[in-house]
């Protein structure tokens, strides 16, 4: 009787452990989509609230359209800067208008670094384990420069949201970079709060 409750218990955890596997993800990616959706309607609102009140269209369908033409009008943009006029009008708006704005620089160059738009490489140049206050214990980290005196400066993310975290700047000697792993597993391994760290620890 035992042995067959156990397996009974067993054959439910299981199941149920299983079926949380499947639906868990899709619906933390649900929550993340909604959230994501109304934090955009939220930004667009002016726009789709004008666009309501003088069409008369329904708000949902006001919130698609607007979201439509700035994806499409993102686009036509991209495609117009690739062209040597297109690049001489950005560069004309960079130098003579959006320059005088304060910190509009600082903030191009950070989204450039992290959408690539530049022709760098990724911000972060490879995946490392560094020994923090020269203590025994390993944090995961992402190497984003390398300096002549010796040190090296890296981005220690938080988990599970890793685009917060701390910049430290350390000897070489307190950083192990590890060139088998790639960006995307690193993330991985953060986002699920440590899980699938195993490859790190090798």
């Not at 329904?58 to 994806?71: D, K, P």
């Not at 001489?88 to 450039?112: C, F």
Request: with cysteine.
């Amino acid at each position: 009787m035992r042995i067959r409750y156990k397996r009974f218990t067993q054959f439910l955890n299981t199941t149920l452990l299983g079926g949380l596997a499947v639906v868990l993800p899709l619906v933390i990616t649900l929550f993340f989509l909604k959230w994501l959706f109304g934090f955009i309607v939220g930004l667009i609102a002016p726009i789709s609230n004008a666009l309501v009140t003088q069409s008369g269209l329904q708000e949902v369908v006001a919130n698609i359209l607007v979201i439509s033409v700035i994806v499409i009008s993102c686009f036509l943009i991209g495609v117009m800067i690739k062209t040597r006029l297109g690049k001489y009008i950005q560069h004309l708006i960079d130098t003579r208008l959006l320059k005088l704005i304060p910190g509009y620089k600082i903030i191009k160059e950070t989204v450039n670094q992290f959408i690539h738009t530049d022709g760098k490489s990724s911000p972060f140049k490879s995946v490392a384990l560094a020994r923090l206050f020269d203590s025994e214990t390993l944090v995961t980290c992402f190497v984003t420069a390398r300096h002549s005196n010796g040190y090296v400066t890296v981005f220690v993310p938080t988990g599970p949201n890793p685009t917060s975290g701390m910049i430290y700047h350390l000897k070489s000697t307190q950083v192990n970079e590890l060139e088998n792993i790639s960006i995307e597993n690193a993330m991985r391994s953060i986002i699920g709060c440590g899980i699938g760290s195993e490859p790190l620890l090798r």
